[in-house]
C-alpha cells in the first residue's frame, strides 16, 4: 500500500518560515492535500490540489509538489499557526485515500 | 453553511457493534462523495471509508474491511458507518467528511468517540 511519510515535528521561530515535507514513492502524480488540526478540534482543510488554497485560508500558506517530495510552506509564522499538519493523496492503485502521519508544528 | 453532525458513538465490547449516523445539511447532499475518517486517542488521522454520491461505489480501509459498511440514504441526506465486529483498536473519534474536488475533504463534523473496550 501506498505509504506517505511526513517528519514527526518541526519547529520555527514567530515571522520565520516553516517547511513541512510529506514523500512518497513519485508523489509528484499524485494531487496532494494538507490539512492542520488544533488539540480538540476537527481537521481543516489549508491546501489541495498540491498548491490551491481554500477560501478564507491566508495566502502565508502555499505549497508544491515534485518527484518524491511534496512541501506545505507557511511564510511568516504566527503562534496560533501551532498545530498538528497531515499531507493527503488518493492512491489510485488501491482505492485507498492515504494520510501521512502528522507533522507537530511548534511555533518557538 | 455546510454542517455535518455524527451521532451514534458510545462504549461498547470488543465483539459488538455500532451504527454511527451523519446528518448534513447546507449543501446538495447526494453530490458529493463522503467518506468517514477516524482518529485514535493521540495518534493521526486514518481513512476508513469512502462512498460516492449515488452509494453505487464503495471503498474501505484494509482494517475495516469485511466489519464495516457504509452506506447513505440521499432522501434523508444522511451517511451510516454500520460497524461490525468491533476491536480495541477501533477505540477512535470518528469523523464525517464532505469530499470536494480531486479526493479531498472540504468539510468535517465534529466527531463522534467510540471505545471499544470490557
Request: glycine residues 12%; neutral net charge.
Amino acid at each position: 500500500s501506498y505509504v506517505l511519510t511526513q517528519p514527526p515535528s518541526v519547529s520555527v521561530a514567530p515571522g520565520q518560515t516553516a517547511r513541512i515535507t510529506c514523500g512518497g514513492d513519485n508523489i509528484g502524480s499524485k494531487s496532494v492535500h494538507w490539512y492542520h488540526q488544533k488539540p480538540g478540534q476537527a481537521p481543516v482543510l489549508v491546501v489541495y490540489d498540491d498548491s490551491d488554497r481554500p477560501s478564507g485560508i491566508p495566502e502565508r500558506f502555499s505549497g508544491s509538489n515534485s518527484g518524491n517530495t511534496a512541501t506545505l510552506t507557511i511564510s511568516r509564522v504566527e503562534a496560533g499557526d501551532e498545530a498538528d499538519y497531515y499531507c493527503q493523496v488518493w492512491d489510485s492503485s488501491s482505492d485507498h485515500q492515504v494520510f501521512g502521519g502528522g507533522t507537530k508544528l511548534t511555533v518557538l | 453553511q455546510v454542517q455535518l453532525v455524527e451521532s451514534g458513538g458510545g462504549v461498547v465490547q470488543p465483539g459488538g457493534f455500532l451504527r454511527l449516523s451523519c446528518a448534513a445539511s447546507g449543501f446538495t447532499f447526494n453530490s458529493y462523495g463522503m467518506d468517514w475518517v477516524r482518529q485514535a486517542p493521540g495518534k493521526g488521522l486514518e481513512w476508513v471509508a469512502f462512498i460516492r454520491s449515488d452509494g453505487n461505489n464503495k471503498y474501505y480501509a484494509d482494517s475495516v474491511k469485511g466489519r464495516f459498511t457504509i452506506s447513505r440514504d440521499n432522501s434523508k441526506n444522511t451517511l451510516y458507518l454500520q460497524m461490525n465486529s468491533l476491536r480495541a483498536e477501533d477505540t477512535a473519534v470518528y469523523y464525517c467528511a464532505k469530499l470536494g474536488g480531486a479526493w479531498y475533504v472540504d468539510y468535517w463534523g465534529q466527531g463522534t468517540l467510540v471505545t471499544v473496550s470490557s
